[in-house]
């Protein structure tokens, strides 16, 4: 499984973070609207689940296992796979049910090979997320990019809705 190296910098300025990647030289792979399914593993455990998602140029079915909220606190294991629905269906054939579904746009760039995903989820403010190939990839981009520390965070995206006082869990639909 691999490492994530990631954090989120909430409530963000989002033509202020475009104009600054453009000017640092960013390269923009796209904006997307994105759709997933998510599924609790059987029997369920804290913090490990299954995550199908399409941009509508690329699906992945990822195995997501939180082992602390921290910069480097998520292991994955992904994979690319040929169809959205078709891999839902293959999921609910063999016993995962999906326990939600949930919409997001993402505006993705890259810069000094670091990925940068401005994020848009219903509910709550838009939020930067930085993920780089080591935290300290992802700590300079972070100084680069002048965030605000305090706006920081390595909370995963149920933690974020929570902050707001949102139990995304208990969304079975979660659209714009």
């Given at each position: 499984m691999r490492t994530e190296y990631e954090v989120?910098?909430?409530?963000?300025?989002?033509?202020?973070?475009?104009?600054?990647?453009?000017?640092?030289?960013?390269?923009?792979?796209?904006?997307?609207?994105?759709?997933?399914?998510v599924y609790d593993l059987k029997p369920k455990e804290d913090g490990k689940w299954i995550r199908l998602r399409t941009n509508g140029k690329k699906t992945t079915l990822t195995f997501k296992d939180i082992k602390s909220k921290t910069i480097d606190g998520t292991k994955e294991l992904e994979i690319e796979v040929s169809n959205f629905e078709d891999t839902n269906e293959l999921l609910e054939k063999i016993g995962f049910k999906h326990k939600g579904y949930q919409e997001n746009r993402r505006i993705q760039y890259v810069l000094d090979d670091v990925e940068l995903d401005i994020d848009s989820w219903p509910l709550i403010p838009t939020y930067l997320e930085i993920e780089g190939k080591s935290a300290e990839a992802v700590e300079k981009m972070i100084d680069k990019l002048k965030i605000?520390?305090?706006k920081v965070t390595t909370l995963d995206v149920t933690s974020v809705y929570s902050k707001y006082g949102?139990?995304?869990?208990?969304?079975?639909?979660?659209?714009?």
């Open positions: 989120r910098c909430l409530e963000i300025n989002k033509e202020e973070i475009i104009r600054k990647l453009e000017k640092l030289g960013a390269t923009k792979k796209g904006e997307f609207e994105q759709k997933r399914y605000d520390r305090e949102i139990d995304i869990e208990s969304i079975k639909v979660l659209k714009f």
